[in-house]
């Protein structure tokens, strides 16, 4: 049957927002704050196309689905975290006059400052602790300022096979890998630390970040933790340090548990008596 002439040809989803053209830079950055004002629970397909002014459809070239969007977040996520660690680099890991400059390219299409970032942060094989103590920082900063998203860091972490994780993030693994190395342990020693290293930060993260407060606006700490919630019988202890387990280790913290940690890897055991 002829076509009718009047019919007007089938919309095509664009991909052309309110503020112009997308990239998968702007989708991710604009799901990101999405998520930072609302929480994951907001993050859809749709709400995103509405938050960027296009639809729903022309997202999926950037990405494939929900799962691929929360992939997405923790990219954004170790994006932010490079950079930061980019623009406080040392000027002693400035690259060299002979080195390729920032904007070219290797055979990847990878710009030599960014293949840098991949190696560790300090020259000197006497900062490979100071180095680690900096990464570790910056991710604490970043998680701060997205703590609805931190969740992903750890969830996708053992939803993604590691050749499969973005690669920010797998950059990542190679800075914290290579200032280990710096520390002359051995390959297993090495691999043995840098587990230990990402559970902690992960892990201390997760417990700054976990809620603790029931009833914001209750002046008594005890009822602002919602003690009287839980049975004193059952569970005495736990009611009796509630208030000092609600307190923030913060960035002291987690420098003091990442040196006992590192100390236990490089120090030599002390002899039996």
Known sequence: MAKNPQTPPARRASDRGRYGRL????????????V???????????RLGAELGVEAMALYRYAEGKDALLD???EAMHLELHARLDADRPAADEPDADEPDADDKSADGTGAAEAAATRADDTDADDWRAGLHRFARTLYDVCLDHPHAVPLLTTRLLAVPMARRPLPVLRS????????EKAGLEESTTAAAFEAVLGWLLGYVSVELRPMVDNPDEPDPAFRLGLHRLPSQ???TL???ALAVAERGGPEGLATGLDALLDRFTKPASPSP
């Open 72 to 74: 997405g977040l923790v």
């Open 234 to 236: 059952e569970l005495p």
């Open 36 to 46: 930072d004002r609302e929480g994951l629970s907001a993050l859809s397909m749709r």
């Open 239 to 241: 009611r009796r340090l």
């Open 173 to 180: 693994h190679e800075r914290v890998l290579a200032l280990l």
């Open 23 to 34: 990239s998968r830079e702007r989708v991710l950055a604009t799901a990101l704050e999405l």
